[in-house]
């Protein structure tokens, strides 16, 4: 027996706490998400009162202090993987919501835009409380359930992307945007509490060693299902984020009436997210079923055909049903993403190869808004929806074209060499 398959089969069953941990993620994902997105109605606001005077510089100095956050947290969310690959992935957890706890309660009390630049580079380097989630949960879930489990805990994050602005509307009239700061800096210390004291994760002396050993990347032995994951988490994120510059004045085009913009414009958003909230897992329980890569190369497609009707809507009612049900096809993506990478490479390296998936879906996130801001203003709008169409489809038949053929053979085999599993019930598992 190889020491890969020494390092994956003792952690193929899961953790015994996988249930609570996985509530406890769930939670503390959401709450960290809700305060790290209630800035967005005030920010621009914020800028202001912090001295900066010209509309210009208060449009551009709120694009650097909302990208800094992600900017920071796509170059460290591989280097918190890998250090949770030795060093436990509680730890990371703990960190990353000590850090956010500190960082966003010292932005009610930044002094000028500088210092609430600095901050939000400061979260993204020091958070990372929903990725190191996905890692704890994908690597202690038993395998035949990761997909639903990621695919929850997927909700709970998108659930959080949609509270959090309609939160940070409505407390700064009442305690006004310093205090709201402060506020979602104690939310924030409530999920540190609950998961330094109530999620439990076995100490592994042998993964330490075999994490410290392994090298990472070179621990993997096929490393296409990898890249084409992290090619696939890329795409998602620029599926959806290529959209947003320009759906206000795409809107503006098929609504009559000038006030309804704003507010169908934030429907349309919105539709998206919900889908995804809805099916990430059901999704993330039919990947368990029939596999992962069906459904990524399914879903992939799906959005790619539901993007070509959307160039040639004529009301505002037929672009929320598209943006709704292209949500919900995208929504198993990120579990079958993280679920795939798990079950990709030894658990001795997991946490720093999924840091790499967070780091590629970051890029797409910001490469997203630019490009399609680009394409919308100098070829037309419809161009960015048939672009990106294009780009899904591509990404599907690439995706299917690279899954491994022998998926299911490899699980079978590394359930063999589980220590804690009775010979019978394997034998069971090959002759069911």
């Given at each position: 027996?190889?020491?890969?398959?020494l390092?994956?089969?003792?952690?193929?069953?899961?953790?015994?706490?996988?249930?609570?941990?996985l509530?406890?993620?769930?939670?503390?994902?959401?709450?960290t998400?809700?305060?790290?997105?209630?800035?967005?109605p005030?920010?621009?606001?914020?800028?202001e009162?912090?001295?900066?005077?010209?509309?210009?510089?208060?449009?551009?100095?709120?694009?650097?202090a909302?990208?800094?956050?992600f900017l920071a947290a796509?170059l460290?969310?591989?280097?918190?993987g890998?250090?949770?690959?030795?060093?436990g992935?509680?730890?990371?957890?703990?960190?990353?919501?000590?850090?956010?706890?500190?960082?966003?309660?010292?932005?009610?009390?930044?002094?000028?835009?500088?210092?609430?630049?600095?901050?939000?580079?400061?979260?993204?380097?020091?958070?990372?409380?929903?990725?190191?989630?996905?890692?704890?949960?994908?690597?202690q879930?038993?395998?035949?359930?990761s997909?639903?489990?990621?695919?929850?805990?997927?909700?709970?994050?998108?659930?959080?992307?949609?509270?959090?602005?309609?939160?940070?509307?409505?407390?700064?009239p009442?305690?006004?945007?310093?205090?709201?700061?402060?506020?979602?800096?104690?939310?924030?210390f409530?999920?540190?509490?609950?998961?330094?004291?109530?999620?439990?994760e076995?100490?592994?002396?042998?993964?330490?060693q075999?994490?410290?050993?392994?090298?990472?990347?070179?621990?993997?032995?096929?490393?296409?299902?990898?890249?084409?994951m992290?090619?696939?988490?890329?795409l998602?994120?620029?599926?959806?984020?290529?959209?947003?510059?320009?759906?206000?004045?795409?809107?503006?085009?098929?609504?009559?009436?000038?006030?309804?913009?704003?507010?169908?414009?934030?429907?349309?958003?919105?539709?998206?997210?919900?889908?995804?909230?809805?099916?990430?897992?059901?999704?993330?329980?039919?990947?368990?079923?029939?596999?992962?890569?069906?459904?990524?190369?399914?879903?992939?497609?799906?959005?790619?055909?539901l993007?070509?009707?959307?160039?040639?809507?004529?009301?505002?009612?037929?672009?929320i049903?598209?943006?709704?049900?292209?949500?919900?096809?995208?929504?198993?993506?990120?579990?079958c993403?993280?679920a795939?990478?798990?079950?990709?490479?030894?658990?001795?390296?997991?946490?720093?190869?999924?840091?790499?998936?967070?780091?590629?879906q970051?890029?797409?996130?910001v490469?997203?808004?630019?490009?399609?801001?680009?394409?919308?203003?100098?070829?037309?709008?419809?161009?960015?929806?048939?672009?990106?169409?294009?780009?899904?489809?591509?990404?599907?038949?690439?995706?299917?074209?690279?899954?491994?053929?022998?998926?299911?053979?490899?699980?079978?085999?590394?359930d063999?060499?589980?220590?804690?599993?009775?010979?019978s019930?394997?034998?069971?598992?090959?002759?069911?």
């Amino acid at each position: 027996m190889t020491d890969k398959q020494l390092d994956a089969a003792s952690v193929s069953a899961g953790s015994i706490y996988w249930k609570r941990n996985l509530a406890i993620s769930l939670i503390g994902s959401f709450t960290t998400i809700v305060a790290m997105t209630l800035l967005l109605p005030f920010l621009p606001l914020y800028v202001e009162e912090l001295g900066v005077s010209d509309h210009a510089a208060i449009v551009q100095w709120s694009g650097i202090a909302y990208g800094a956050t992600f900017l920071a947290a796509a170059l460290v969310a591989p280097l918190w993987g890998r250090l949770g690959d030795i060093y436990g992935r509680k730890l990371m957890l703990v960190r990353a919501s000590l850090g956010m706890t500190l960082a966003i309660s010292l932005m009610g009390m930044a002094g000028n835009v500088w210092q609430l630049v600095a901050l939000r580079l400061f979260v993204g380097l020091a958070g990372g409380y929903s990725s190191g989630s996905m890692v704890l949960v994908a690597t202690q879930t038993p395998k035949d359930r990761s997909a639903w489990a990621l695919g929850l805990l997927s909700s709970g994050i998108m659930a959080g992307n949609l509270v959090g602005p309609l939160i940070g509307g409505a407390l700064p009239p009442m305690i006004g945007i310093r205090g709201t700061f402060l506020a979602a800096g104690a939310m924030i210390f409530l999920a540190f509490l609950a998961t330094t004291f109530l999620i439990k994760e076995e100490k592994s002396p042998a993964r330490k060693q075999a994490a410290k050993a392994s090298g990472g990347w070179k621990s993997i032995g096929d490393k296409r299902p990898v890249i084409a994951m992290l090619a696939t988490g890329m795409l998602l994120m620029f599926a959806n984020m290529s959209i947003e510059p320009i759906i206000t004045v795409y809107v503006e085009q098929i609504v009559p009436a000038a006030d309804e913009v704003t507010m169908i414009s934030g429907i349309v958003m919105s539709a998206a997210a919900l889908g995804s909230i809805l099916s990430a897992s059901w999704l993330g329980k039919l990947a368990d079923r029939i596999g992962h890569w069906p459904v990524i190369s399914g879903a992939l497609a799906v959005a790619g055909l539901l993007l070509i009707p959307q160039a040639f809507v004529t009301s505002s009612w037929q672009l929320i049903i598209l943006r709704f049900l292209m949500g919900a096809a995208l929504g198993g993506l990120l579990p079958c993403i993280a679920a795939v990478i798990r079950h990709s490479v030894p658990d001795s390296a997991a946490g720093g190869i999924l840091g790499f998936s967070i780091s590629s879906q970051y890029v797409g996130q910001v490469a997203g808004p630019i490009l399609g801001g680009f394409v919308g203003g100098h070829i037309g709008m419809r161009a960015v929806f048939l672009g990106t169409s294009v780009l899904l489809v591509a990404g599907a038949a690439y995706a299917w074209l690279v899954r491994p053929r022998d998926t299911q053979t490899s699980d079978l085999e590394l359930d063999d060499f589980r220590p804690d599993r009775p010979k019978s019930e394997s034998c069971s598992k090959l002759t069911s």
